[in-house]
């Protein structure tokens, strides 16, 4: 996460299945967060946030990372389709904050 509004990298490739870590560096001087969802969660969810801007919330599926440090998320992908992971802190998303997540099917059916 860079103060620039950056994710990077901003896409990840997963395959439908697979649990991964994500390993999320803050690099930049400010705090930033990672949550992930559809685009349509996010849209509401940030809209949300603007609203309530000190709303505290913590979910499996978001982390907090302040300047400097690093957290980590695992996560469980178990659907096919296009996700996003995003920094809903107000005017973070609304600058760019967002990156994109591919889930493909699984190379072999699991039995
Ligand atoms: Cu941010």
């Not at 992908?77 to 802190?89: I, K, Y």
Request: glycine share 8%; charged share 20%; proline share 7%.
């Amino acid at each position: 996460m860079t103060d620039q509004m950056r994710f990077i990298p901003a896409e990840l490739q997963i395959r439908a299945g697979d649990t991964v870590k994500l390993v999320v560096r803050n690099a930049g001087k400010g705090l930033h967060e990672l949550v992930i969802g559809t685009k349509a969660e996010l849209d509401a969810h940030a809209a949300l946030m603007v609203k309530f801007p000190d709303m505290a919330h913590s979910e499996p599926y978001m982390t907090h990372v302040k300047p400097g440090k690093s957290d980590q998320l695992i996560w469980t992908f178990n659907r096919v389709g296009e996700f996003e992971f995003a920094c809903l802190l107000p005017g973070h998303y609304q600058a760019g904050m967002v990156g994109k997540i591919k889930v493909s099917a699984p190379s072999t059916p699991k039995p």
